[in-house]
T-cell receptor, first 113, second 115 residues
Framework: AQSVTQPDIHITVSEGASLELRCNYS??????LFWYVQSPGQGLQLLLK??????LVQGIKGFEAEFKRSQSSFNLRKPSVHWSDAAEYFC???????????FGPGTRLSVLP | GAVVSQHPSRVICKSGTSVKIECRSLDFQATTMFWYRQFPKKSLMLMATSNEGSKATYEQGVEKDKFLINHASLTLSTLTVTSAHPEDSSFYICSARLTGEETQYFGPGTRLLVL
């Protein structure tokens, strides 16, 4: 069965510092990969997605992610974090059109002023 | 584009009553919608998959008679929590998949508190 891990439960960075959130998946074929962000008490907003093609994908709010097949990873990065980026980040894997996502447990990001 | 709304955003009800939550895709048609439940500081737990014009598919352990799902049109799915109890208190989030795409777009969530 497919699974998604986000090894870091909570990350704290200083404003202006770079950020990398890790996501690893377990799936036999190339999955569809997503990163969502959730602010407290809110729904999920799509940051970016990867289906095929260029393995480095750009998203909204200055985020990017890189698909590495050899490492089964899809890590999210941002070169300079803003205080408003403090939120919960979820990696999700989809597969075979029509099937549901599998979500990772989430990583909570705190940003120090 | 791809906006999903939920109504109400929060609801408080008495134990034993039923509560209906609406999920609407505002600017696109969604053949498939999903209902999730999220516990505090936890990830999303899929409850059911709702397909327009057919019965919902429930995940293992989710009581279909307690969580009634109706997907009567390509833009509306409803979740009714019947005979609600305090343990049903939670954050319920819906998502809609753009027909022909794999991406899910999420609603803002509904906070349910059962007293």
């Amino acid at each position: 069965a497919q699974s998604v891990t986000q090894p870091d439960i909570h990350i704290t960075v200083s404003e202006g510092a770079s950020l990398e959130l890790r996501c690893n998946y377990s799936y036999g074929a190339t999955p569809y990969l997503f990163w969502y962000v959730q602010s407290p008490g809110q729904g999920l907003q799509l940051l970016l997605k990867y289906f095929s093609g260029d393995t480095l994908v750009q998203g909204i709010k200055g985020f990017e992610a890189e698909f590495k097949r050899s490492q089964s990873s899809f890590n999210l990065r941002k070169p300079s974090v803003h205080w408003s980026d403090a939120a919960e980040y979820f990696c999700a894997v989809g597969h075979n059109y029509g099937q549901n996502f599998v979500f990772g447990p989430g990583t909570r990001l705190s940003v120090l002023p | 584009g791809a906006v999903v709304s939920q109504h109400p955003s929060r609801v408080i009800c008495k134990s034993g009553t039923s509560v209906k939550i609406e999920c609407r895709s505002l600017d696109f048609q969604a053949t498939t919608m999903f209902w999730y439940r999220q516990f505090p500081k936890k990830s999303l737990m899929l409850m059911a998959t709702s397909n327009e014009g057919s019965k919902a598919t429930y995940e293992q352990g989710v009581e279909k008679d307690k969580f009634l799902i109706n997907h009567a049109s390509l833009t509306l799915s409803t979740l009714t929590v019947t005979s609600a109890h305090p343990e049903d208190s939670s954050f319920y989030i819906c998502s809609a998949r753009l027909t022909g795409e794999e991406t899910q777009y999420f609603g803002p969530g509904t906070r349910l508190l059962v007293l």
